[in-house]
């Protein structure tokens, strides 16, 4: 076979190696992705009402995103909208996207041949008689090309358990603007009641001040009146606050800035839903869909390759070859030689122990996100029913009899049988009522996205605290047993 020949096969090969590994493109990491999760059914709009399907936006929505986020703000939010901005807009996903891009380079470079090296050296003989005489080498990595296909295996694994957890990003992302969101309608609920309560005692005060006018109220409750106008106030402004930080904890959720800030909510937490959860079904669903265990799973897979790599490596002996050719000055002679390392000393020994320590080190955390899972989707659960159950027992029976207890109470310090201290008091239960109500419904909602997340393979949700115990003790329930005016 000529040369010319030879080069008819192998230059095709070499384009092929050279282009086939080279689609490397945040599209392409974004479509794998989606794939991915639609694949595995990672998708939270499972549960009817739980919002809309999680994929990540591609790259030329994240280009558009200024003509795609005004559309979104440019009407109230509910908790989809939230999601929906924080895939487009929020920059920490994208940057999980070019960490895959990462990988999956590396990926590429593990499977690429080895380069040949070509020497070639110049000689000037004494003689003058004597031409000048050349010597030309090639030589190949042998060892490096028999490796290829396990170092490919090991880039493989690895790029696979990065695709798994940027899957987990784009969970966790959606997951943290939902609750972000959840928090500021909570903080807004609360706000409204002192707004509320802040009304109610300024009625009263200007009620108390026209009956002090005409001598029917003595300067102790008008100063009780006021003092009770001014807390309130206070409490007011502290319901501001606590919005305003949740409210820039859902801009950074959703990556929101500028003018984008000034976006408003469609409304209130809704009441909890009246669906049961099972918690066999639950747990089993949880470990299944688990993409954190699918994650160490593919480490786990990637390092036990990388110490299938390290031993090979440690046995075989570097072998290298290749031809060579002299010009003596009047014709080309031509050879061949292959080059033999002994693997006598440095086997891998370092590399093969790492290695197989990684593995363990996997397998020790593989049983304990096992173990973790399991518990925070029997936990989430509990957090549901409790809250559920607190939530519509404050719904339906607390907060209507705080309202009546109000009622009766004002009718009866008009009729003077009651004091002002009592009013007040019952008017700031009624408010702690509806307080402890939005947090246990904050609660609530808190762990449906939680159990959605943990169901949809999500991260174990780090965000559920501790169970709100609320401000409605029976203590001080009764009313028209105090002095009268």
Partial sequence: MNLSRKAQYILPLAVALV???????????????????????????????????????????????????????????????????????????????????????????????????????????????????????????????????????????????????VARDVLETAFQARLAFYDVQARQAVLDLQKRAFDAF???????????????????????????????RIDVAEAENALLDARERFNVAAGLSGQQVTWTIAGPLPP?????????????????????????GRRMEAAAKRVGLHRTQGVMPHVSGGFHGEQDGISWEL????????????????????????????????????????????????????????????????LPAREKALAETLLQYNAMHVSVFQVLDVQRRVTETGIAYTETLLDYWKARASLDQILAGGARPRALGAV????????????????GH
């Fill in 19 to 165: 282009t086939g590994c080279s689609s490397s493109t945040v599209a392409t990491d974004v479509r794998d992705v989606n794939a991915f999760l639609a694949a595995q059914g990672r998708n939270i709009g499972q549960r009817p009402g739980a919002g809309s399907a999680i994929s990540m936006p591609t790259e030329d929505a994240w280009e558009n995103d200024g003509a795609e986020a005004p559309r979104i703000l440019a009407k109230p939010l509910t908790a989809d909208d939230a999601v929906k901005l924080a895939l487009v807009q929020n920059r920490e996903l994208r940057a999980s996207m070019y960490e895959l891009g990462i990988a999956r380079g590396q990926a590429v470079q593990a499977g690429l041949l080895p380069n040949p090296e070509i020497e070639i050296s110049l000689r000037a003989p004494q003689d003058p008689f004597q031409r000048l005489q050349a010597d030309i080498g090639f030589e190949y990595d042998l060892s490096a090309l028999i490796l290829v296909p396990l170092r490919k295996g090991v880039a493989d694994a690895e790029l696979e358990a990065t695709r798994v957890r």
């Fill in 202 to 232: 300024q009625a009263g005060y200007a009620a108390a001040e026209e009956l002090h006018r005409v001598g029917n109220l003595p300067d102790a409750d008008l100063a009780i009146h006021r003092a009770a106008v001014e807390a309130s």
């Fill in 272 to 296: 909890p839903e009246d669906m049961p959860v099972d918690a066999v079904v639950t747990e089993k669903k949880a470990i299944t869909a688990s993409l954190e265990l699918a994650e160490i």
């Fill in 335 to 398: 050879g061949g030689h292959v080059t033999v390392g002994l693997p006598i000393f440095d086997r891998a020994q370092g590399r093969i122990i790492s290695a197989k320590s990684e593995l363990g080190a996997l397998r020790e955390r593989y049983v304990a996100a096992a173990i973790g899972v399991r518990s925070s989707a029997r936990m989430t659960q509990n957090r549901i029913e409790s809250a559920g159950k607190r939530a519509r027992h404050y719904q339906q029976a607390l």
């Fill in 468 to 483: 709100s115990t609320g401000h409605t003790s029976s203590a001080g329930m009764d009313v028209g047993s105090g002095a």
